[in-house]
């Protein structure tokens, strides 16, 4: 299965309304990042044992391991979990700019490091969901 088809079957089990703000979601993304490469995480390690939620990646970063190896992983991901949507904003040094940038403006939702989770997206400010993705997919690529 392609990872278009993976990615479209995933949104396609949400629950509704979830299912609807994961589409719209998806779509604004990929507006956003037009030639970004998609990526479809099941969820499972090697084993196939679940060790996360399933989640969407756009675009491409490498990640820089304190051992020198190196990795390419997305800059920005979607994943549904039980109280909503997470949405992962992946390569920002600061942990604390998501919070001090966007909270304020966000609306109702909860902002750690590099992940901004919301329980629908009427309960947030969708433009300022973007200028957070904005300013993450403007981050250099490693």
């Known amino acids: 299965m392609s990872v278009d088809e993976q990615i479209k079957e995933y949104i396609a089990a949400q629950p509704e309304p979830k299912r609807l703000d994961m589409m ?66 992946l390569g920002i040094e600061d942990r604390k700019y998501l919070a001090q940038t966007y909270g304020k403006d966000l609306g109702k939702a909860k902002i750690t490091g590099y992940c901004i989770k919301f329980k629908a997206l009427r309960d947030i400010r969708v433009e300022t969901l973007k200028a957070a993705i904005r300013y993450g997919v403007d981050q250099p690529a490693i």
């Open 24 to 89: 719209a979601l998806h779509r604004l993304i990929l507006e956003m990042m037009p030639d970004g490469r998609l990526w479809f995480l099941d969820g499972k390690d090697d084993a196939g044992k679940t060790v996360s939620n399933p989640s969407i990646g756009y675009g491409a970063r490498t990640i820089q391991y304190a051992n020198g190896s190196t990795r390419e992983f997305y800059r920005i991901g979607v994943s549904a979990n039980t109280t909503g949507i997470s949405v992962y904003i």
